[in-house]
C-alpha cells in the first residue's frame, strides 16, 4: 500500500496533523528527523488509522503515491530549508511539498520560485487551531498554484473545522505566499484580540473594582452575545482559575510580561512596508514589548498618577455594559484595519484574495474563531470590492450606536490611569477616518518649509512650492 499524504516533523503540530489525516481514512507516511519520534507515534496512535513509519527520506519519499503530496510541519526559518533541500532532489515533477509550519511569506515566495523550476508545485499553508486544532479540525490556509488545490483541496477539507454551518475552514487564499500571509495577519489580529480583551479585564478591575471570578462571569454573559469567541471564552476560564498553590486568583501570580514568537511583529514590519495603518495590532505587540522591559518599568513605578477614586459600586453594572461596547467597536476597527492589509497585500503581489472567504474560514478552528466572523464574511457578500469594513452599514450602525460609551470609557480611563492603547489606537482610527481636515496638511506646510518637499492644493492640480526664505510667493513644482 503507499500513503495519500505523508508528514515530515512529528513535533506536537505534526504529530496530531499525521493523525488527524489517518482519522480521516488516509493511509498516512510519516518521518521525522529523530527516528524516535515516528515510532512513537505510531506505537502510541497506530489504532487510531494507517500510518507507514518511515525512518529515511528515500523510504518516506518511496511510501507515497504519485502526485506526492508531502507535508512540512518543522520549525520555520532554516530548518524548513534544509528539509526542502533533502526532500526536492527526490521528488519528480507534479509532486506538492505542503510547508505547513509558521513561515514568513516572503521565504514562502523565494522557495515557490526556486521549486517552480523543479516542476515541484511548493504550496505554503497557514495552520490554526495550536495543537487541540491540528489534531480535531484547524483553520487552513493554503497558497500556491491553484492546480495543485485541486488535488489537496478535498483532503483539507476533510481534516479541517467546520464552521456552524458546516462549511469546511479551508479555502485556496491564492498563489506563493497568499496563504502564509493571511495566517501572519490573523496572529496579528489575534494580537490586537487579546490585547483588547486584557484592556477591558483592566478596567472592570481597577476602574469598576470587579474581582477576576466576577469578571470570568461577566465575560460569559458577553460570550453569549455578539462577542461570542473563543477568545473571551477562554478569557473567562483564565480568569476563573485559581492557583492551587496559593489559594489567589491564578492571573494573580503569573508574571505579567507577555512573550510573543513573531508573527504579530511580522504583521506589523510587513503594514509598515505596504504602508497600512494597522494601529491596532502595532499596539498590541508594543504593549507586549512594554510588558517586558522590567528594569523600564520598575524605574517608573513611582512617576505620579491621577487621584481618581474607583466608581461607586452602584455604578459598576453600568460601566461594565459600556466596556463592552468599547471592546466590540474596538474589535470591529481592528478586523478593519486587518482586513485593510490583506486586501493591500493581495494587491500589491497580485494574489486576488477573497475577503469573504478569508472571513469565512477564520469561523472555526482558528484562535481567533467568532460568531463576528460571519458578519464580517455577510459584509463582503452583499460587496465584495467593500473599500473598509467600516463602510458596511451595519458595522456603521453598530458604532455608531457604540461610540457615546466607547468615549465614556476612554475618559473613565484617562481619568483613573489605567492605560488603553488599544481602545484608543482604535477610535483615533475612527476619527481620522472620519475627518472632514486632517493636520496632514499642516504636516505638508512644514515639509515644503523646511525640505521643499511642495504640496498639491485643494483648488488646483498640479504640485507647488512656497518661497518660504524669500517673499513667501507660490511657485509651480
Ligand atoms: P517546532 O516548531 O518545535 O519544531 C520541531 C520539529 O522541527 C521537530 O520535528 C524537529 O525534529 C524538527 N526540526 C528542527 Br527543530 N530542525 C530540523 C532540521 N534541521 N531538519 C529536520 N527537522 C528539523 O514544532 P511545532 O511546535 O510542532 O511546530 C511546527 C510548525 O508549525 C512550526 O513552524 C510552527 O511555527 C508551526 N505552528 C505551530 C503552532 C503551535 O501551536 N505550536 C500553531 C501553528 C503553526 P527533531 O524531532 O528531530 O528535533
Known sequence: ?????????????????????????????????????????????????????????????AALERPRR??????????????????????????????GGNAHFA????????????????????????????????????????????SLGPMLEKISAKAADGAPCVTHVGPDGAGHFVKMVHNGIEYAD?????????????????????????FRTWNRGRLDSYLIEITAEVLSHVDAATGKPFVDVVVDQAEQKGTGRWTVQIALDLGVPVSGIAEAVFARSLSGHAALREASRGLAGPKAAPLDESEAGAFADRVEQALYASKIVSYTQGFHKIAAGSEEYGWDIDLGAVASI??????????????????YDTRADLPSLLSDDTFAQEIAAAQDDWREVLVAATRQG??????????????????????????????????AHTYRRTDRDGSFHTLWGGDRSEVSA
Request: charge should be negative; proline fraction near 5%.
Open 194 to 218: 487579546m490585547q483588547l480583551i486584557g484592556e477591558a479585564y483592566q478596567l472592570l478591575r481597577d476602574v469598576a473594582g470587579y474581582s477576576p471570578a466576577q469578571i470570568a462571569e461577566i
Open 70 to 99: 508531502l507535508v512540512i510541519m518543522v520549525k520555520a526559518g532554516d530548518p524548513t530549508d534544509a528539509v526542502i533541500e533533502e526532500f526536492a532532489p527526490l521528488l519528480e515533477p507534479g509532486d506538492m511539498i505542503i510547508d
Open 418 to 451: 489605567v492605560p488603553t492603547p488599544g481602545f484608543a489606537a482604535a477610535l483615533a482610527y475612527y476619527d481620522a477616518l472620519r475627518a472632514e481636515r486632517l493636520p496632514a496638511a499642516l504636516t505638508q506646510g512644514q515639509r515644503d518649509f523646511f525640505g
Open 1 to 61: 500500500t503507499s500513503a495519500q499524504i505523508g508528514v515530515t516533523g512529528l513535533a506536537v503540530m505534526g504529530r496530531n496533523l499525521a493523525r488527524n489525516f489517518a482519522r480521516n481514512g488516509y493511509t498516512v507516511a510519516v518521518h521525522n528527523r529523530t527516528a524516535s519520534r515516528t515510532h512513537a507515534l505510531v506505537e502510541e496512535f497506530g489504532n487510531e488509522g494507517d500510518f507507514i513509519a518511515a525512518e529515511t527520506a528515500k523510504d518516506f519519499v
Open 107 to 150: 521565504d514562502t515566495r523565494r522557495r515557490e520560485r526556486e521549486l517552480r523550476e523543479q516542476g515541484i508545485h511548493f504550496v505554503g499553508m497557514g495552520v490554526s487551531g495550536g495543537e487541540e486544532g491540528a489534531l480535531h479540525g484547524p483553520s487552513i490556509m493554503p497558497g500556491g498554484p491553484k492546480e495543485s488545490y485541486d
Open 362 to 379: 477564520w469561523r472555526g478552528g482558528c484562535i481567533i474563531r467568532a460568531a463576528f466572523l460571519d458578519r464580517i464574511r455577510a459584509a
